[in-house]
C-alpha cells in the first residue's frame, strides 16, 4: 500500500479553514497507509521563546483531528519529537545539503522579513534548517506522497533534492515523494482578511452555538446596503462567500434575492448560521465524547509514536548502514 505522510505545526484549537484539509486527510486514510503528526520541533523555529503552550496546543490539535475522523486504528497519529530518529536524520542530511539551498528557499527570506517587521529574529540555525527538518520527516517514512499546501511546495522540492543527493552520494534508499495538492480552502476570516487566529477572525470548528453566532453576525456584509430592502452586492460581501461553499445550490436564487433586496442581511446570516451549525454540531459533539476519556489522547499519540519508531527505525539502519556510521 502507498504510504502517505503529513504534518501540522502546534497552533492549538484549529478553524474551519483547516476542515477542508482535515477531511482530505480522513479521505485518505481510507486508501492509503497514512502518517499524520504534530510537528513540535518545527514550532520551536519560531516561538522558541514561548514555548509554554506548546504540550496543550499538541493535545489540542489531536483532539480536533480525531474529531473529525482521523482514525487511530488506520493512521499512524503521533507527535514528532517522540521519534528520535527524526533529529538524526536531520543532522545527516544537515551534513550534504549545501548552505546556498536553504538561503534559496522563497518562503526562508520572506518569514525571515516578515518576523522582522514585528520586532523579532527568527535568524537562527534551526529555522533556517526548517525545510531540512521537513525533509527528514518525509523520507524518513519513504513516503509516497505528501498532501501539502501551495504554499509548501517549494519545501517538498527541496526534500526531492536532499534525497537525490542522498541516493546518489550513498546508496538509493528513498523514494520521490510527490505533493498531493490540498484544495486551499477559500473561505476568509469574517473581517474578510485572510482567515487567521493572529487577525482573530477565525471561526473555531468546534466553538459554542453562541459564539459561531457571534462570529457571523460580525461578518462583514455590503456596506451599500442600509435598509434591509436596499439591493446588495453579493459579490463584496463575506457571508456570501460562505453560502458559496456550504449552500452552492441554492446560490443562484440567494444572490437574485440579495440583488433584488427581497432579502435582509440579518435573515441571510442565519440561514448561514443553521447551516454551519448543522456541520459543526457533530464534530462538537465527537470531540465532547474524546476529551471525556481521561487521558485519551495522550494514550493515541504514545501508541502513534511505537508504530511510527518502527517504521523509522527501519530507514534509519538502512541510513546508518549506507553511510557506514
Ligand atoms: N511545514 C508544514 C506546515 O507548516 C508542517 C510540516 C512539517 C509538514 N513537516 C512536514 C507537512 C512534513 C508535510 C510533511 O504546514
Ligand atoms: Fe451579504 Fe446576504 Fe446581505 Fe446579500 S443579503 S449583502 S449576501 S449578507
Known sequence: MERILSGMRPTGRLHIGHLSVLENWRRLQEEYSCFFFVADWHA????FDETGGLRANTLEMVADWLAVGLDPEKSVIFKQ???KEHAELHLIF?????LSWLERVP???DQVQQFQERGKDIMMYGFLGYPLLQAADILMYRADAVPVGEDQLPHLELCREVGRRFNHMYTPIFPDPKGLLSKVSLLPGIDSRKMSKSYANDIGIFCQPGELKKMINSMITDPARIKKDDPGHPEVCVVHKYHKIYRPDELPGLEEQCRGGGIGCVACKKMLQE???GILKPLREKRMEIIARPGYVEEVLLEGASRARKAASETMALVREAVKI
Open 81 to 83: 519529537s517522540d521519534v
Open 107 to 109: 518562503t526562508y527570506k
Open 44 to 47: 520551536l523555529t519560531t516561538s
Open 94 to 98: 544537515s551534513m550534504i545539503t549545501p
Open 275 to 277: 447551516t454551519l451549525d
